[in-house]
């Protein structure tokens, strides 16, 4: 007979209880570019729908950390990375992992918006065609609509859906990789900077959007602007020198950080 001790009982659904809570954990994730080692052990854990950003001086290795998060640094020849990577506790750097269906589940939004060169209607469509999600024609429509809509966008292009993305402004190509993004369901989005090409009007509404999608979305988002940390995210993590030096509640990161390095680069100091 196996009788587990209260404590064990009581220890166990502590942890089933803090797994839901974590939708990605880094554990001691370091990197290498060639011989050059660009990120020192780190441990991290990303909370489910909420919005957690990395902050930090150029170069510290916040995108690296970003492209673990979904194996985009497999992309790179030079690129070898030790540690390791959860989603869901299971971990993704796992031999038998589909590493086209992970990106599907973490997706990714990046600096520069690029829309393919095809249809508004195409760009949203083509992630759930490859994917199969979609069956026919009217369910093709119906994700095109919800993914557009999610992303604030189908009011302004319902009538030219069959017109090219590129021809959108800046903010809106920005909105439409969130709603291709969207389109694939995923639990965890990437963005990398997603409104560093964007005039203020533009990053205001994608802010706002960001801050919706937290609802149904995990989202890790790397930002130069300690204001967009501020208003966007709940938890920030700020890296130096491929170190992580604090991660926190994102008020006690601008308000009391522990490090004098974060209390420097959020004055200003340096970066
Ligand atoms: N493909 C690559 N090949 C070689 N070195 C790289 C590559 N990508 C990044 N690095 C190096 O790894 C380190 C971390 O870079 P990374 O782009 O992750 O930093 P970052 O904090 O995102 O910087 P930034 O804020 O300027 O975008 C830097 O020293 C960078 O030069």
Do not use: W
């Not at 093709?140 to 859906?161: H, I, N, P, Q, W």
């Not at 959108?168 to 694939?184: D, K, P, T």
């Not at 979305?217 to 920030?236: D, E, K, L």
Request: with cysteine; charged share 25%.
């Amino acid at each position: 007979m196996n009788i587990m001790s209260d404590a064990a009982v009581e220890a166990r659904l502590s942890t089933q209880e803090e797994e839901r809570d974590i939708k990605m954990r880094a554990r001691g994730v370091s990197v290498f570019y060639g011989q050059k080692q660009a990120l020192f052990g780190v441990d991290l854990e990303i909370p489910r729908h909420a919005v957690m950003a990395l902050i930090g001086p150029s170069g510290c290795g916040k995108s690296t950390f970003m492209r673990c998060l979904n194996r985009m640094n497999d992309t790179i020849d030079s690129c070898r990375i030790v540690g390791d990577v959860t989603l869901d506790a299971e971990d993704i750097y796992d031999p038998a992992i589909d590493v086209v269906e992970l990106r599907a589940r973490v997706g990714m939004v990046f600096q520069k918006p690029n829309p393919f060169p095809k249809s508004i209607y195409e760009n949203v469509a083509y992630g759930p065609r490859i994917h199969g999600l979609v069956r026919n024609r009217q369910e093709t429509d119906e994700v095109v609509e919800r993914s557009l809509t999610r992303a604030g966008l189908f009011k302004e292009v319902k009538d030219r859906l069959h017109e090219p993305g590129t021809g959108l402004s800046g903010g809106q190509q920005q909105r439409l990789c969130i709603a291709r993004a969207i389109a694939v369901s995923p639990e965890v989005i990437l963005m990398d900077e997603p409104c560093s090409a964007l005039d203020p009007i533009a990053t205001a509404t994608v802010e706002e959007l960001i801050h919706e999608l937290r609802e149904n979305f995990t989202i890790v988002i790397v930002t130069h602007s300690m204001q967009q940390a501020a208003r966007v995210s709940q938890r920030t993590a700020m890296f130096h020198l491929g170190n992580l030096v604090e991660e926190a509640d994102t008020d006690k990161i601008f308000t009391n950080p522990e490090d004098p390095l974060t209390q420097d680069y959020i004055t200003g100091r340096f970066g």
